[in-house]
Each structure stands twice: as structure tokens, then as C-alpha cells.
């Protein structure tokens, strides 16, 4: 396996989850020292083990957080240190194999140090080297101090295992909180602690177990905002609840798997579970996980080698096509028009009359160009080639954009429907990375992510340098119009911008944002990206149907901030075709205002319920109908 800090730099990595709560699931009574299981009943640990590989875990902890001396001998188990903790070790370098990282899990002792209590530092670091020591020798690949409360007991950790080897370390504190909003910290800061972990010269820092993970986001967030060490989240499965005398987490895998996302999104580089998380958890985590850090790395470009003495020059790689003669579409944004495209909504069902008919509208209306997205939000719907074949079939001269999405097919399907689609003649590509399924209607479908959207675009670019995805020539070259998404109003602003950047230098060469309703979030988010400002920006629009419509876009769809008076004067209409009328016309005067702006090119407005004739109420009268006399 690669480097764990040179994989942790790579993309974020899938922790496992509770070891404790499963054991205990398995009837092992909770008076018991669950450490001591290694040696009395090894194949529950190995079965835990296993689950959370195959759930997807990059690593594994050993089952060893309490196996301490001091924290032993109140079970009679101190003369046991060593068999337990190599026992710890052996079980799950077993199981990994070379399939996982084995992290060794050091907890801490539960005494006070002295000034404050009676435990001398010198005694605390001599448990915790002895430990250190047995599960080094056990050929564990680094180490996971976690739940620790007091930064100098975590220090004294820290001290022992560098005393005894150079492997990796990665120290997680807990933050006990109280105050009704639970922001009350009773011990460090999250950034008190971050700055004094970052100087320990540690592999990553981080936080685990309490809070749970709306907790624990607001911890990553202010640890990332002092350190650019990477940060490791591993968050309880929710706040525990007491029921009928049991103590449970309620928190389930969707839930668990959404916050595993926006964990991602705010810095976290290592992600998993402490109290609760089941191996079930850590699976749904792990879809939501590669839907914003793939497997592989983006395509990198094409080197070609210079040839072996006495060998002749291997030829350079083509030029791609020049833009303007790809498409009508690229045609039209090369030449300054503001162009208009539209979100067509492909049919469930095997019918797509209504889909034409709709299609049929905006053509007829001068429309530039539709846009077919491909399984949006996780939701099968007939795909996006066949439906743009069934329309040029109709309307040869009206221009569509295929989403091409990487979360349902692997590298070698991709490159395949690519190939097959500039064969069709269907030109203008839309890369996007997707929605993990858990979303939509099929949840237990296999999520691939072999790339994200960034390297399906530096792979299309080789395409149309004529060759394939391995770098092989084609035979020809593709001639494909390639473009992005992007979103303003993403949770994390600087991310988002900073992929479109990423994008741009794949070979984005066109943008639809998703829909804006607040001109000046756009603008920071223009100003941000204007490193990229010749590319066309296409920004998005969509007519809000009712208050109830806008509330729930705003509270629920990440990225959707609707301004409050907006909201305010949707609900002030008095029936809901008055709130629809408010919508429409919320969209002509954004449409309206931003038609000017010197960064956007064009708008893609998004149908309100696949209403077609409102899109048409927006536009009325803010463009040109599109010229079709004229084909590349």
C-alpha cells in the first residue's frame, strides 16, 4: 500500500467505526473489559473487523483504545498488557491484509495528571510507551490517539510513541461541551487545541466521539481555520438518547453518510465513526465520501517520451478541433451571443412524447440549446443520448447538451459512450461527478466515482487530441464541446471556486452555474473566479413556484440561499398563482439585471416542475430568438 500521509494528501480516507458498540451488539455484557475480548473471544473482533473492510474502511483500528496498564488493572488484566495488546495487533493486520491502513488505538488512562491530580507525567508516559511498544512490534502502519480531553496527557502520548518509532501519528480530542447550545467548551478551544497539536509535529490532528457530527463539523471547521495540517473527523453516530433505560444513537446511515459529505466539504482529509457507527454506517459513508474525492487522481496530461537513440521522433499530439467548429452551440458562445439554454426533464417511463412536445416549445421559441441531465439527484430517468437522439430525430437543427455523470459508470464505460456519442454526432458534453445514490430512488446501487467531473474533463480533452484514456492513439480525433458545473452558493465558497479553477485547467471550456437568486453571492463568487473569466459563464435560473417552494430550497438543498425578501415577498402574495406570479417575475428582473454583467454569457434556466411555458414567461422579451440558418 501507498504512504498513508502521501494517500491522506491524495484524497480523503474512510476510517472504520465503533469497535465498542459492536462487540457489545454481539452480547458481550458491558461490565467487561472489552479489550480483553482479543484473547477470550478473538473471532467477534475479527468479524467486526471484517465488516468494516467490507464496508469500505481505508483503516482499521485496533481493538486496543482501553489497553492500557492502568486502565487494565481495575479488571485484574494489568499482568496482561502484553498479550492483549498483541493480540489487538495481530487480529487486525490479519484482517487488512494489504487492503487497509491497521491504525493503533491508544485511548487515554483516565487519571489526572499532577499538578492537579496525583499521577506524575513521567508515569503517564511510561504507560503509554509500554503500549505503544507491543502494538509497534504487532506491525500496526500508525497511530490513533484518540478521546483524549487534556492536551498534556495527549502530549505525554504523543512522546511515547515517537520514543519508540517514526510511524505516522494522529491525535483526535474530544470536546465535552455544555451551555444549551452545547458550545460551551469545558477544556481546550477546537482552535486552542489545533494550534497546540500542529506543533507536535504530528501526521494529522483532528477530533472524535462527542458532540456528534453537527458537533463535530463546527469543530473541523475551526480547527481548519488555524492549521493547514490534515484533519482527521470521527464523529458519534448523533447525540445519545436514553430510552426506556438503554442508551441509544438514533442517528441512522443516511444521516451518518450526509454528514460524512459536508464533513468532507468543510477540510476533513480522514473521516469515520466513534460511538454507534455501525459497519452498515460506514458503507453509506463511504458512497457519500467518493462523491466528492474519487478513487483515482483527475487524468493527467499525456507525456510523450523522447524516443531511444537511433529511434525516429514519435509524433506530437494533435491539436483539438478549434472550439467554434465542434458545435452550433460552441459556434454561438464563440461568438459573444448571449445564449439561452434549458433544462429538459427526461421521462421516467419509456414515453417521451411530453418530453418533445416540451422540447418542441422552446425550439420554436428561438431557445439555443437544451440540457438533458443524466440520472439527476440519483433518480433513473431514461438517459440523456438516447433522449438527444429522439429530439434531433424531431428537431434536427435544435442543439442539446448530454450530462455525462461518473457515478455510475467505471473508466472503461465512460470512454466507450464518449466515443459513441461524437459518433452520433452528439458534441456539447456536460461533465459532472454526480449524486451518491442514497439520494435517490435506488440506494443500494453501486456508486463507482472512478473519477470526478475534473478528470472526466482532462480525459475528453485526450480524446480530442486523439487518444484514449490510457493515452493510446485513436485513430482520429473526437470533437466534443466540453463543459462544468459549478455552484455560488456551495457550503464552502473557496472549495467550490477552487474546482472551478481545476476544472479550467482540465479543459472546461464552458459553465452553467446551478440557480442563483442572491446577485451579490454571485459576485463574490465571479470575483473569486476571475482568474477564468474568458471562459462563458452561463448562470443559472429558476422560477420559484410558491413560498413553500422557496422555504424548502432554502432550508433543505445545500447551496440554495434564497434572501429573505425574497421569501418574504413570495409569501406576502395572496393565493398561490400570486406567489407563482412572484416567482416568475424574481426571475425576469434577476435574468434581467445580470443580462449586462461582462462575465455572464448566457443563462440555463431550470423549468419550475417541468413547466416549459414559465420558462417562456422569463424570457420574454430579455433575448434574441437563436439563429439556426447557419450550422458549423
Known sequence: MEPFREALADRILLFDGAMGTEIYARGVFINRSYDEVNLTQPQIVRDIHGEYLQAGADVLTTNSFGANRMRLQPFGLGDKTREINASAARIAREVA??????????????????????????????????????????????????????????????????????????????????GPAQQQYEGPTPQEAAMAMAAWNVAAIGTNCSLGPRGVQTVVESMAAVTDLPIIAMPNAGMPQVVEGRTLYLAGPEYMAEYARRLGQVGARGIGGCCGTTPRMIREMRVFIRSISPAHRPAAPVVVEAPAAGQPEAAPLPDAMPVAQRSAFAKALSSGRFCVSVELDPPRGIDPAKTIEGARLLYDAGVDVV?????????????????????RAQLPDFETVIHYCCRDRNLLGMQMDLLGAHALGLRNILAVTGDPPKMGTYPDATAVFDIDSIGLISFIQLLNRGRDFSGQPIGGQTALFVGAGCNPGAVDMDLEADRFLRKVEAGAEYFFSQPVFDPDLLERFLEKTKAAAHIPFLVGIMPLVSAKNAEFLHNEVPGMQIPEAIRATIKAAPSR???????????????????????????????????YRAVLRVLDGLFEPADRSERP
Not at 507525567?121 to 503509554?128: A, D, L, N, Q
Not at 517514526?166 to 455544555?178: C, E, N, Q
Not at 440519483?378 to 443520448?385: D, E, F, Y
Not at 434577476?590 to 423549468?607: A, E, K, N, Q, S
Open 97 to 178: 491484509g494489504k487492503r487497509a491502513w491497521v491504525a493503533g488505538s491508544i485511548g487515554p488512562t483516565g487519571a489526572i495528571l499532577a499538578p492537579v491530580g496525583k499521577v506524575a507525567p513521567g508515569e503517564i508516559f511510561t504507560v503509554f510507551r509500554e503500549q505503544a511498544q507491543i502494538l509497534a512490534e504487532g506491525g500496526v502502519d500508525l497511530f490513533v490517539l484518540e478521546t483524549f480531553v487534556h492536551l498534556p496527557e495527549l502530549w505525554q502520548a504523543v512522546r511515547a510513541v515517537r520514543s519508540v518509532c517514526d510511524l505516522p501519528i494522529v491525535t483526535l480530542m474530544t470536546f465535552p461541551a455544555s
Open 371 to 391: 440540457n438533458i441531465p443524466d440520472g439527476p439527484r440519483a433518480v433513473a430517468r431514461m438517459g440523456p443520448s438516447a433522449l438527444s437522439q429522439l429530439v
Open 577 to 611: 398563482e400570486g406567489q407563482r406570479e412572484v416567482g416568475i417575475d424574481v426571475a425576469r428582473r434577476m435574468l434581467g439585471d445580470l443580462r449586462g454583467h461582462p462575465r455572464v454569457r448566457g443563462t440555463y434556466i431550470f423549468p419550475p416542475f417541468g413547466s
